[in-house]
């Protein structure tokens, strides 16, 4: 289904939500097109790129609208590495821990890596003489239809106009050198390094300077953190805590959870990725339960804005085994213990210790 691996674990049709298996993801720093992670909330729109427009509006001087060509020939091109990560990711441990109705129950694979390419949405900003005023945000509206949204409105979200202006937030039309898929966003989306996944809009067709944050369903009402006690279904707009920068992460992908191996020397491998503008200084492994610790290899990171792999040999011998990890970050910042003690009633931002349970045979 719309070119993805057979093995991807669909989460949903229409809208198409698939996620790719752990070792898939595991197997290369870049993530193929074909493997990487699908989240929608409505079914794709088919722009054809000639007759695909940005208008670009709001607190601006000279308000425009850009046609394809003249955004990837009119512009400065560049390309940045950048992990997408779904702020949805690992929700099924939340799921564990109390229910979460309506929601996806994602597990390890709603983070992918691409090479995204395009024009600086700076540059598109600056030709369009936008106010500099940092507590100025830059809304972006897409056309698909949302049903699950509250009144059914089509995607949108922002974020904040001093983010809009930084060199690795791209309007990227080719996804590792290929022009962007369809499935992707196709011809144009928007790409945010360092932020959730919801804030990379997607067929996006307008980008407005505005002096609040976008109004948009996925900006103001889904996507934040509510407090543990909250009725998701009763909330104002604007309650909780807007989702903006990953928050520090790491992820166990090879072994997975319930895998059965021999005993002998095995090499687990994962992920770690900081917040906005931090780098991983050190993941932890554990397998005693947290009682003592392990350094992982780190591998290098694709890019500022990617994920970090890791990696560690580990002696496994026969009979149960749980292997936890935790990341830190190059302040000195590290996870919290328990996806209880981060449970939320929409099921985002769980960046609890990584944990997985196997048996050595
Ligand atoms: N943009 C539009 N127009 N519609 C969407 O449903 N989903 C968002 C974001 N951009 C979405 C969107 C979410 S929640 C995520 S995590 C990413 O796109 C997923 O991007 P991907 O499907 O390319 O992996």
Redesign the pocket.
């Known amino acids: 289904m719309w070119g993805k691996r057979e093995d991807m674990i669909v989460r949903g049709r229409l809208?198409f939500n698939a996620e790719p298996p752990p070792s898939v993801l595991a197997s290369s720093e870049i993530t193929a097109v074909d493997a990487?992670?699908?989240?929608?909330?409505?079914p794709f729109?088919d722009i054809p790129a000639e007759r695909w427009r940005l208008g670009v509006d709001g607190r601006v001087d000279n308000p425009l609208t850009v046609t394809y060509d003249q955004l990837t020939t009119g512009f400065e091109q560049h390309s940045v590495v950048a992990t997408?990560?779904?702020?949805?990711?690992r929700r099924a441990e939340l799921l564990a821990v109390r229910p979460i109705p309506g929601k996806e129950p994602w597990e390890h694979g709603?983070i992918?890596t691409a090479e995204w390419a395009g024009p600086r949405l700076a540059d598109v900003l600056q030709a369009a003489g936008v106010d500099h005023d940092d507590r100025l945000h830059v809304a972006?509206a897409?056309?698909?239809v949302?049903q699950e949204a509250r009144p059914v409105q089509?995607?949108?979200?922002s974020i904040p106009l001093s983010k809009a202006l930084r060199e690795e937030v791209l309007l990227a039309w080719q996804?590792n050198s290929q022009p962007l898929p369809r499935?992707?966003?196709g011809p144009v989306?928007?790409v945010v390094p360092g932020y959730?996944?919801?804030?990379?809009?997607?067929?996006?067709t307008a980008v407005t300077v505005q002096s609040v944050p976008s109004q948009n369903y996925?900006q103001a009402l889904d996507?934040r953190i509510l407090p543990p006690e909250a009725d998701p279904e009763a909330v104002a707009p604007g309650e909780g805590i807007s989702l903006s920068s990953l928050a520090l992460n790491c992820d166990i992908l090879v072994p997975t959870e319930g895998d059965q191996i021999p005993r002998g020397s095995r090499t687990v491998r994962g992920w770690a990725i900081a917040g906005d503008g931090h780098g991983i200084a050190r993941v932890d492994v554990s397998v005693d339960d947290g009682r003592s610790w392990r350094q992982a290899d780190l591998h290098p990171a694709p890019s500022r804005w990617a994920w970090r792999p890791w990696s560690l040999t580990v002696d496994m011998r026969p009979g149960p085994l749980n292997i936890t990890a935790r990341a830190w970050d190059d302040a000195g910042a590290t996870q919290p213990e328990s996806p209880a003690s981060v449970w939320n009633p929409r099921g985002y931002g769980n960046n609890a210790w990584a944990h997985i349970k196997l048996t050595i045979l």
Do not use: E, Q, T
Not at 36 to 42: I, L, Q
Not at 84 to 89: F, I, Q, T, V
């Open positions: 809208p990487f992670y699908a989240r929608n909330h409505g729109p997408l990560a779904c702020a949805g990711n709603a992918s972006f897409a056309p698909d949302a089509s995607y949108g979200s996804m499935a992707h966003g989306r928007v959730i996944g919801a804030r990379s809009v997607k067929w996006v996925f996507y």
